[in-house]
């Protein structure tokens, strides 16, 4: 087998990726796989956009349950809602440059949480086609909706 540094990425990530943050720190730039190496950080953020976009989308249908379904709202699903919420905040935290397109997608996350709450047995035409939370409300641990009229998401 040959120690050319895809190779080892193929065959091993672990140890390539260690090794290629050895090569950095050493300087040895030269024995840096460039082109892997900037394939695998583009990764990294797109695997980051799409656990707060996973997050968002189930937030999304919690909070959407929460309107249409008052007699289930107790502290189990509170809690849930909550730490929902900080899983959301600190990604956004550690990834604050992800803000505006994660905030662009929210038709897509909305569109997404539409389909689950339609599998969970609640008719996608019971909410508004459009989103109706913001991600400032979606993340606002004091933003708790009563109900959905007209379109909008108020708070008791």
Avoid at 3 to 23: E, S
Avoid at 30 to 49: F, G, H, K, P, Q
Avoid at 67 to 72: K, R, Y
Avoid at 116 to 134: L, Y
């Amino acid at each position: 087998m040959s120690d050319d540094p895809r190779h080892v990425h193929d065959r091993d990530f672990a140890a390539w990726a260690l090794g290629q943050a050895r090569a950095l720190r050493e300087g040895k730039f030269a024995s840096i796989d460039r082109e892997i190496l900037a394939n695998e950080l583009e990764r990294m953020v797109s695997r980051e956009r799409s656990e707060i976009n996973r997050r968002l989308e189930s937030l999304t249908v919690q909070l959407l349950m929460w309107t249409v379904q008052p007699a289930v709202r107790n502290e189990v699903f509170q809690t849930a809602i909550l730490d929902q919420r900080a899983s959301v905040e600190t990604l956004l935290r550690a990834n604050p440059s992800l803000r505006p397109g994660i905030e662009a997608a929210l038709h897509r996350t909305y569109a997404v949480a539409l389909d689950t709450a339609e599998q969970a047995g609640v008719p996608r035409s019971t909410f508004p086609a459009e989103p109706v939370f913001s991600l400032e409300q979606l993340i606002d641990r004091s933003f708790w909706p009563a109900s959905i009229f007209g379109g909008k998401a108020f708070m008791f």
